[in-house]
């Protein structure tokens, strides 16, 4: 694996290497021939051409991995704008000696050259120019490289973000079932010591119900259409339970298309109607539920009664089921979702609007 990385960095670095030797390869080639446009003496060409040659290259080097890193990326301006000063004008008084000894060699060796071609301050631009195009080259590539470091952090965050959830998602199913399933064992326990015909029904129910949770909610979404299945058979547990002191009206759609749901996302409210609303209730209690579904939207409605001899209704609202729920929902359906809860002397309501795939 070393090996694979070492050859990998040298690859790199000799790409590296080439890339900035055919730029500079380029540069010459470019101060040449404009140089050499109105110049028959080629010596004072190749002179102004190779003297201006190291100048640019150490001053873009300089700015690039000197003074831009040190002073302008962390933001001490005063003494790169100095600095920088310093740097220019050096390579200013660099340019008009290479200027002035291209003179010298003209005048000795009596070769024509328009003067228009070696004039100190076009020399300078010409010089200035190629600087500041490397400069703005490399500042832009390592923009670039940046914006992609960035964003790889970011993928990085979102997916360790997304594992972390998807681990406290796996933790909340994991409390819902055992949550669901003492509370129904309870049930059939109380008709068992009833000696209750229903019993065997309800046994029925409870495994359907088991299958359900078993081998069918271990994805992240299942059917609607299941979803309100299991959530029926666990009405009718609590119905046969329930069936000398229960009033129950439920309302659920007979089509539910291809939609599909967080499972036993809907249970808990139900679980917590039936346990906080029917459960030592004096006299009868009433337990409604309705579901519509409005093109990709399900509105869940459950309202029961709240037993007068609880002054305090905390554990109602907060119950463990209540708490996993609103945790799963913010984990799913961050921001498409609205969980309104009621609460009077005599009723407990629960409004949810959920937006599905």
């Known amino acids: 694996m070393t090996f694979i990385t070492n050859i990998v960095m040298y690859h790199s670095r000799l790409v590296r290497v080439l890339s900035h030797l055919f730029f500079w390869l380029i540069v010459v080639v470019f101060y040449y021939l404009l140089f050499s446009r109105n110049s028959e003496s080629r010596e004072v060409s190749l002179i102004l051409s190779a003297g201006l040659m190291p100048v ?38 660099l340019s008009f000696l290479i200027v002035f000894f291209a003179l010298i060699y003209a005048i000795t060796q009596k070769a024509y050259i328009d003067p228009s071609v070696i004039h100190p301050e076009w020399q300078v631009i010409t010089l200035h120019f190629v600087v500041f195009f490397a400069i703005a080259v490399k500042q832009l590539k390592r923009s670039f490289f940046m914006q992609q470091e960035k964003n790889q952090l970011e993928k990085n965050q979102l997916t360790t973000e997304l594992k972390l959830k998807e681990a406290e998602l796996k933790l909340l199913k994991a409390q819902v079932h055992p949550h669901f399933l003492f509370n129904t064992l309870n049930n059939l ?89 029917v459960s030592h209730f004096p006299g009868f209690a009433f337990v409604n539920i309705k579901t519509n579904i409005v093109e990709t939207t399900l509105i869940f409605k459950i309202e029961n009664s709240k037993n007068p001899a609880i002054n305090k209704d905390a ?43």
């Open 315 to 357: 554990e109602h609202s907060k119950g463990v089921g209540l708490k996993n729920v609103r945790k799963r929902l913010d984990l799913i359906y961050p921001e498409k979702y609205m969980l309104k809860i009621d609460k009077t002397e005599e009723t407990f309501s629960v409004n949810l609007t959920l937006q599905l795939e």
């Open 189 to 277: 326990y109380g008709l068992t010591i009833e000696k209750s015909d229903d019993a065997p029904k309800l046994v029925l129910q409870l495994s359907e119900i088991l299958d359900y949770i078993l081998y069918r909610c271990d994805e992240k979404l299942v059917s609607l259409g299941e979803e309100l299945a299991n959530l029926k058979n666990y009405i009718e547990i609590e119905k046969i339970r329930y069936s000398g002191k229960l009033k129950l009206n439920t309302n659920f759609p007979q089509e539910t298309g291809n939609l599909k749901i967080a499972p036993l996302i809907l249970l808990p409210f139900v679980e917590n109607a039936f346990k906080h609303g």
């Open 56 to 93: 640019a290259v150490g001053v873009t080097y300089f700015f690039n991995y000197v003074l831009v890193p040190k002073y302008l990326w962390r933001k001490r301006y005063a003494r790169f704008f100095l600095f920088s000063f310093y740097t220019l004008l050096v390579s200013t008084w």
